[in-house]
């Protein structure tokens, strides 16, 4: 048990639905993370959200659209996936030192395998 | 950018084996955390080391900042320790906030 939970574990969606993962923390941190990991590749940084304002988006195509409506709660917003966007995406907290400060030890969530047919 | 380079990819212990997993970076780095991905997916943080060195059970890490590397010792491996091991770093330079990773080295710990 880390702090971070993610829910679905598993979804499978056709590249016409719409569907949310959804992340929260209960460790008290004021920066979240979506991460995605494919095989073979490093973990990507989707996005970051520190204190509830949106510091990151790594050219991360429109389909993904996150959100963060409080400190605890990280949502991704997924419509009209393409197959190869079918990975592994992680949330991940921290508490870092300021809104320009180094990133914090990062705690992640179990992770949601997604599917796209 | 800074490049992050883990090795060996690959390693097959024996329980009870000892090991040494490698982390280099090509640039100065604010901070390193090293992590544990188990075979269901789940990332642990085993240690936040920018230098110095930490111990944790079985399991101690030491970075060089100056000389650009960073070391985990795994000693008297368990079949619980199988998985991948990831090193990220977050470079001094640039966006803050952005860990650049490595590739992992997978282990396997046979009983």
């Known amino acids: 048990e880390t702090g971070v939970t993610q829910t679905p574990r598993h979804l499978v969606m056709g590249m016409t639905n719409k569907k949310s993962l959804k992340c929260e923390q209960h460790?008290?941190?004021?920066?979240m993370y979506w991460y995605k990991q494919s095989a073979k590749k490093p973990l990507e940084l989707m996005f970051v959200?520190?204190?509830?304002?949106?510091?990151e988006n790594n050219s991360v195509p429109s389909r993904f659209s996150p959100e963060c409506p409080n400190s605890s709660h990280l949502f991704l917003h997924l419509h009209t996936l393409q197959p190869e966007d079918s990975a592994l995406y992680l949330c991940?907290?921290?508490?870092?030192?300021?809104?320009?400060?180094?990133?914090?030890?990062?705690?992640f969530g179990e992770g949601s395998r997604l599917t796209v047919l | 950018g800074i490049q992050v380079e883990q090795s060996p990819p690959d390693l097959i212990l024996q329980e009870g084996a000892n090991s040494t997993l490698r982390c280099n970076f090509s640039?100065?780095?604010?901070?390193l955390q090293w992590f544990h991905q188990n075979p269901w997916g789940q990332l642990i943080n085993l240690f936040y080391i920018p230098s110095g060195t930490k111990q944790n059970g079985r399991l101690s890490a030491t970075t060089v900042a100056t000389e650009r590397y960073s070391l985990l010792y795994i000693s008297s491996s368990q079949t619980t320790d199988s998985g991948v091991y990831f090193c990220a770093v977050e470079p001094r330079a640039g966006n803050n906030r952005k860990l650049i990773w490595g590739l992992g080295t997978s282990l396997a710990v046979n009983p």
């Open positions: 959200y520190n204190f509830k304002e949106q510091t």
């Open positions: 640039d100065s780095v604010n901070n």
């Open positions: 991940a907290s921290s508490q870092d030192q300021d809104v320009e400060g180094n990133t914090g030890e990062l705690f």
């Open positions: 460790l008290g941190h004021n920066a």
